[in-house]
């Protein structure tokens, strides 16, 4: 019998409940069989300290080497300190589509019927770029947001490429060049410039406000939404809230040198330690990695292994309990033995 690929993977455990997510994702993926073998790199405050930076030059060898990590969340002091280590990655390796995809959990109260589609957002530029500067100190400030054609051109043609190889019917590019004429109107340009080349994908664009409307009263319409950074970041988030919240909500961060998969959630500084993060997100952001690898019966295995998990609703994070009255709150460790359980 020959032996099964084994893969070098960096895993960035990150802070917060990131340790504890990742580490019940991991056991998920032991558990399918595969080899993996783990270069475990830290980031974040807790190394700054020792090495006078959040990102140390090993974090991104690491992963330029190995070409793919999963990553918890890392904590971004707000209003000062240093600027996000997350950020930092995603721009220093390229990483230039973030795909966000939500799909209902059947049997979760809180999870809207028939949602299937997936946010790509554009994970570089925007309002990350992060020049920001006081105008007149402690009166007005400015933000500077770039648009490149560039950019925009090969995050729109991620999405129809996604839309193409996973057999999905729509794609509509999210802006708001009604106001913001110059940039996002470059984005809607190009936008447009690319589905010309995808005649088979239907096309359509719509303004950022009316999107969010529209996904609140009918998300299961909604297909492939490619947008701007900071869109995503909040069209995300909403349509994680959708299909029952951050604990279930995966994500992916693509560039064509390296992948590097984590949740869409952060740090969750106000339960973590306290074995309540939901590792649901973690676990299925690592079957988007073995898609990503190839090995799709065993991204299959575990997905389906979440599905049975949530639709029996015996074991559930404290996130999951709202409407089930009989479920039985567990741990986030628990959460993943019942995951495990179910994966044979
Ligand atoms: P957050 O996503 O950490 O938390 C928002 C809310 O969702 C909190 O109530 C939290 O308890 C809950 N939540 C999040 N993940 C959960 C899970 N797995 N299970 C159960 N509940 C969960 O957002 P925030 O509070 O705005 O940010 C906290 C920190 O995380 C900030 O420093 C922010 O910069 C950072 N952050 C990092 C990343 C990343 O590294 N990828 C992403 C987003 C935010």
Known sequence: MSQRQSYTITLVPGDGIGPEVTEAACRVLEA??????????????????????????SVLESIRTNRIALKGPI??????????????????????ANLRPARTLRGLPRSRPDIDLIVVRENTEGLYVGIEHEVVPDEAAEAVRIITRKAS?????????????????????????????VTDGLFLRVAHEVAADYPDIAFQDLIIDNMCMQLVLQPERY????????????????????VGG???APGANIGDEAAVFEAVHG????????????????????????????????????????????????????????????????????LADAIIEHLS
């Open 223 to 242: 297909d492939v939404l490619v947008m701007p950074n900071l869109y995503g970041d909040i069209v995300s988030d909403l349509c994680a809230g959708l």
């Open 75 to 96: 904590t971004t002091p707000i209003g000062s300190g240093f600027r996000s280590v997350t950020v930092a990655i995603r721009k220093s390796l390229d990483l230039y």
């Open 32 to 57: 399918t069989g595969i080899p993996f073998t783990w270069d475990v790199q830290r980031a974040g405050a807790a190394v700054l300290e020792e090495t006078g930076t959040p990102l140390p030059d």
């Open 153 to 181: 051109t090969r995050v729109v043609r991620f999405a129809f490429e996604y839309a193409r190889a996973n057999r999905r019917r729509q794609v509509i590019a999210v802006h708001k060049a009604n106001i913001l004429k």
């Open 267 to 334: 740090s969750a500084p106000d339960i973590a330690g306290q074995d309540k993060a939901n590792p649901i997100a973690t676990v299925l952001t690592a079957a988007m990695m073995l898609r990503h690898l190839g090995e799709i019966e065993a991204a299959m295995r575990v997905e389906a292994a979440v599905a049975s998990v949530v639709a029996e609703g015996r074991v559930v994070t404290p996130d999951l309990k709202p409407g089930r009255p009989d479920a039985t709150v567990v741990g986030t460790q628990a």
């Open 246 to 248: 951050l604990g279930v």
